[in-house]
């Protein structure tokens, strides 16, 4: 565990650009604040690892199994044209997946997503609707 990781240690740190969901299988879901992409999500892995390879192979698995649920919730809650993966940390160094999904003639449709482009946030009650149907699909 790292105490400066929002993954890590949530509360403040994780309100500043997420509201957790639920955990899966070996990692949390977590609501992205941003929604200019409307039911974007991050599924972020339990332990403090930076990369998928320092998994053991069935932790791999396992994670990889937490993103495909994710992103099935995705699909039946929002109905999105597709879903981008996104798996950075440069800085955060927590394994971590960033499920964006894409509408066609909507916002930066047929080109990558902006990592935080601050258009979008939503009210507290538009955050807890948007969690239930996350939570419906699952």
């Known amino acids: 565990m790292d105490q400066n990781c929002a993954y890590c240690v949530g509360g403040e740190l ?16 977590i609501l992205f604040k941003e929604q200019s992409h409307p039911g974007r999500v991050i599924v972020a892995y339990n332990g403090h690892e930076s990369e998928i390879v320092n998994l053991e192979e069935a932790e791999q698995i396992a994670f990889l199994r937490d993103v495909n649920t994710a992103a ?5 809650a929002f ?18 997946v960033h499920l964006v999904p894409k509408y066609k003639d909507e ?20 955050y807890a609707e948007m969690i239930e149907k996350i939570k419906g699909a699952l």
């Open 72 to 76: 099935n919730a995705i699909h039946k």
């Open 79 to 96: 109905s999105p044209d597709k879903v981008n993966y996104g798996a950075y940390g440069d800085t955060g160094h927590h394994l971590h």
């Open 14 to 29: 994780l309100d500043g650009f997420g509201i957790k969901i639920t955990d899966l299988e070996v990692s949390q879901l």
């Open 107 to 126: 916002y930066e449709w047929g080109g990558t997503f902006e990592m935080n482009p601050g258009k979008t946030h939503l009210s507290e009650e538009e």
